[in-house]
C-alpha cells in the first residue's frame, strides 16, 4: 500500500543528532499533546446505519488517538529537518507505512476478484455479518464486464492465512460506469457491496466497522482525530511486490481540495499521506480511509483513484462513504 523513501545503510552518523532532538522535543510536548488529542478530536461521533446488531468500529484503544496526534505533531515540529537529509540518501532502506495488526484493523477483508485478463486484487471492509464494501471498479473492469468470481480472505493481516469465503452475490452501484468515474464532473460511484454466503463470527479479529450516514469529513472539524488507510497493495515504486501482510498509513483529509471539488455532490474525498513518499497504490483499491470517533472506527472512505505513479504531490481520491448510505442500507438492510 505505501510507496516508500528509501534510506542508506552507510553515513548516517550526521542524523543522530537530529534524531536526539527530536526526541527531546517530543518527550517536552507530550502532555500537551495527550491534552489536545483528548480534546480537539470530536467526542460526539456522525450517525451511524445500523446495519448489525452488533457493535461497530471496536478496535485500537484511546491511545492509538493520541499517538496518531503526537505523530502528526512530530511530522510537523521536526519532519522537515529530517526529511531533507532523508532526502538527499535515497537508496538501500525502505521507509513508509507500517504493517497492521488485524487486532487494530478487524473489519478488514481482502479481495480477489477473476476477470478474462486475469485476477485482480482489492481491498475492503466488514460492515455486518453478510455484507463487504469495495469499490466499484474491483469487480467491474474498463470493459463492463463483471468479474466471474470474487473471493474474499478476513480475519488475518496475512492475506494468505485469512479464512476465505467465495461470494456469489456482488454488484457495482447501478450508476457506476467505468469509463467516466474518475473523470472531472462525474458523480462516482465508484462502490461496490460484497454478500457472504454465511454470517461471520464476530470476535477480535473480525468485527463490523461503522458507516456513518452523514459526516463532516471536509470540514476542519476532524483535523486532530486519528485518520489512516488500510491495504494490501504494492509497496514498490516499479508498482510489482505486493504486499502479503496488511499495510497501514496515517493520513489526512485534504479539506476543498481543487483535485476533489471538481466532482459532482460532494462525493469524493482527497487524502494526503502523512509521510513522505508513502503512498497507497494498486490493491489498496476499495480499501478504507478510517476516522476514529470517540475510540470507534468508521468507514469514511473508499479508494478510488490516485495519481500514476502512486507516489506524487496530487492527493489520492477516495468514495465518500456517506453520501452512498441510503444505497448501502437499502440492499444490506431491504
Known amino acids: 500500500?505505501?510507496?516508500?523513501?528509501?534510506?542508506?545503510?552507510?553515513?548516517?552518523?550526521?542524523?543522530?543528532?537530529?534524531?536526539?532532538?527530536?526526541?527531546?522535543?517530543?518527550?517536552?510536548?507530550?502532555?500537551?499533546?495527550?491534552?489536545?488529542?483528548?480534546?480537539?478530536?470530536?467526542?460526539?461521533?456522525?450517525?451511524?446505519?445500523?446495519?448489525?446488531?452488533?457493535?461497530?468500529?471496536?478496535?485500537?484503544?484511546?491511545?492509538?488517538?493520541?499517538?496518531?496526534?503526537?505523530?502528526?505533531?512530530?511530522?510537523?515540529?521536526?519532519?522537515?529537518?529530517?526529511?531533507?537529509?532523508?532526502?538527499?540518501?535515497?537508496?538501500?532502506?525502505?521507509?513508509?507505512?507500517?504493517?497492521?495488526?488485524?487486532?487494530?484493523?478487524?473489519?478488514?477483508?481482502y479481495i480477489e476478484a477473476v476477470f478474462p485478463e486475469?485476477?485482480?486484487?482489492?481491498?475492503?471492509?466488514?460492515?455486518?455479518?453478510?455484507?463487504?464494501?469495495?469499490?466499484?471498479?474491483?469487480?467491474?473492469?474498463?470493459?463492463?464486464?463483471?468479474?466471474s468470481s470474487v473471493t474474499v480472505r478476513v480475519g488475518s493481516a496475512n492475506k494468505n492465512t485469512g479464512t476465505a469465503i467465495a461470494s456469489a452475490n456482488y454488484f457495482a452501484h447501478p450508476d457506476y460506469n467505468p469509463a467516466t468515474y474518475n473523470m472531472t464532473g462525474s458523480a462516482g460511484n465508484d462502490i461496490a457491496l460484497i454478500q457472504l454466503p454465511t454470517s461471520l463470527t464476530f470476535g477480535t479479529t473480525i468485527q463490523p466497522i461503522c458507516y456513518p450516514s452523514s459526516d463532516t469529513v471536509t470540514g476542519s472539524t476532524i483535523s486532530t482525530c486519528d485518520q489512516k488507510v488500510f491495504g494490501w497493495g504494492t509497496t514498490d515504486k516499479a508498482n510489482t511486490i505486493y504486499a502479503t501482510l496488511l499495510q497501514t498509513q496515517n493520513v489526512t483529509v485534504v479539506a476543498d481540495s481543487p483535485d476533489c471539488s471538481s466532482f459532482t455532490g460532494g462525493r469524493i474525498i482527497c487524502v494526503q499521506s502523512d509521510v513522505s513518499g508513502s503512498e497507497v497504490c494498486d490493491?489498496?483499491?476499495?480499501?478504507?480511509?478510517?476516522?476514529?470517533?470517540?475510540?470507534?472506527?468508521?468507514?469514511?472512505?473508499?479508494?478510488?483513484?490516485?495519481?500514476?505513479?502512486?507516489?506524487?504531490a496530487k492527493p489520492d481520491q477516495y468514495t465518500r462513504a456517506s453520501t452512498y448510505a441510503d444505497w448501502v442500507k437499502s440492499n444490506v438492510n431491504p
Open 118 to 147: 486475469g485476477p485482480t486484487i482489492c481491498s475492503g471492509s466488514i460492515v455486518s455479518e453478510r455484507w463487504i464494501v469495495t469499490a466499484a471498479h474491483c469487480i467491474v473492469n474498463q470493459n463492463k464486464v463483471k468479474a
Open 1 to 109: 500500500m505505501n510507496k516508500s523513501v528509501i534510506l542508506p545503510d552507510s553515513n548516517m552518523k550526521d542524523l543522530v543528532p537530529m534524531k536526539l532532538l527530536a526526541f527531546v522535543s517530543l518527550l517536552f510536548l507530550l502532555p500537551w499533546g495527550i491534552l489536545q488529542a483528548q480534546a480537539d478530536c470530536p467526542s460526539t461521533a456522525p450517525p451511524t446505519l445500523t446495519l448489525t446488531t452488533h457493535s461497530c468500529g471496536s478496535s485500537l484503544s484511546k491511545k492509538s488517538s493520541i499517538l496518531a496526534w503526537l505523530g502528526r505533531l512530530f511530522s510537523g515540529f521536526v519532519g522537515a529537518t529530517l526529511r531533507s537529509s532523508i532526502e538527499e540518501r535515497q537508496e538501500a532502506r525502505i521507509v513508509g507505512g507500517t504493517n497492521a495488526a488485524i487486532f487494530g484493523a478487524p473489519w478488514m477483508a
Open 283 to 312: 490493491g489498496d483499491d476499495g480499501g478504507p480511509l478510517v476516522v476514529w470517533y470517540a475510540n470507534r472506527a468508521y468507514l469514511t472512505g473508499m479508494l478510488s483513484f490516485g495519481p500514476f505513479p502512486c507516489v506524487g
